[in-house]
């Protein structure tokens, strides 16, 4: 039932024939960074060979044919994520700059008292700069609480959302967790009380393909370098009506129509918020990198995750002492756990040198770890590349690095 032929998938892959410490990689660490198929490296190497050139104001043929290309990415995301319009999707440099973006704009529209809600599962980039803009509006900050199986506890949302909320912020995934947030509810919950939505997709969008018009989300926030593009790239889809309505982030070039000392006039969008010259080649690749992902399928990908997931969270409750966290029966291909007496940052460390790469730590996610009263986790995340032998690999290094620490 495995819908795609993942030899061939993986051969699109130039770094999974990379050796690490003498092993093959075996690599696990697709949440915080995924791989770039060689479909997406040759999109990198064609735009600086072939048409390097700034966008939107040449009249010479390579600025218009970057301008083209560039273009033409923003529809592939457009269509990607079902926006309405291709001016409602904005470039940005990935998820923390679309966050900072809104957050930013949000500023002119608090109050001393309206409240602001961010779940307990938040990324510390969805939670600094809604403390930055409570600082500097007396906006009120709370916290959707979670529960021991790290979903969020919907009733207690419920209560808390009310006429004073202003906007409600989540991420559609935890990227510490994998848990998946029931978003749609949460957006309709929220409207009902005239709140704005913002939804960090950075963890969802290697999985599970938005539609933000079905979802009626007001905010859609991606990186591409989690979804087999590069990095210092990403999108903010946001409503034309809200990107209308919130002032520009940055001022400078490509944003403005008109410049004088006495008065200047914005772009519309979505140049309006494109200050400067853009990661041009990066937003190329970026579509390039959707397309990608889109030709194998999206639903492909889930099954296929889900099917690697159940896999491996299997194996690993096999190991005495092992506590995985995040149990949630709808959670993207991602496992967070400990060993008990083990410290996560040597057992990760034990299987760099087996060749398998993992991520230790909080996870940027400092209060979930506070809520489990633990430092970290180790963190195995999988991606539509991975294989069932790498999942065996990666138990038998966790065994392994168990004994030696034991
Ligand atoms: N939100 C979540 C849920 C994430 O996982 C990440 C990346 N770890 C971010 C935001 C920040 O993304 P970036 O560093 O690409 O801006």
Redesign the pocket.
Known sequence: HIAFDIEKIRKDFPILKRKINGYPLVYLDN??TSQTPQQVIDVIVDYYSNYNANIHRGVHSLSQEATEKYENARISLQKHFNAEKSYEIIFTS????G?NLIASGFTSLLQEGDEILVSAL??H??IVPWQMLCEKTGAVLKVIPMNEEGTLIYSAFEEMVSDKTKIVFL?H???ALGTINPIKDIIDKAHSHGAAVLI?G??AAPHIKADVQALDVDFYVV?A??MCGP?GV?MLYGKEEWLKKLPPYQGGGEMIATVSFEKTTYADLPHKFEAGTPNICGGIAFGAAVDYMNSIGFENIAAYEQELLEYATGKLLEIEGMKIYGTSKEKTAVISFNIEGLHPYDIGTLLDKMGIAVRTGH??AQPIMDFYKIPGTVRASFSFYNTKEEVDRFVEGVKKAKMMLS
Not at 94 to 97: E, R
């Open positions: 949440a915080a990935g998820t923390t700059h966050i938040e990324h980039s969805n991420n995934v935890s990227n960090d950075a963890q990186s370098h989690k990095t990403g996870h940027c």
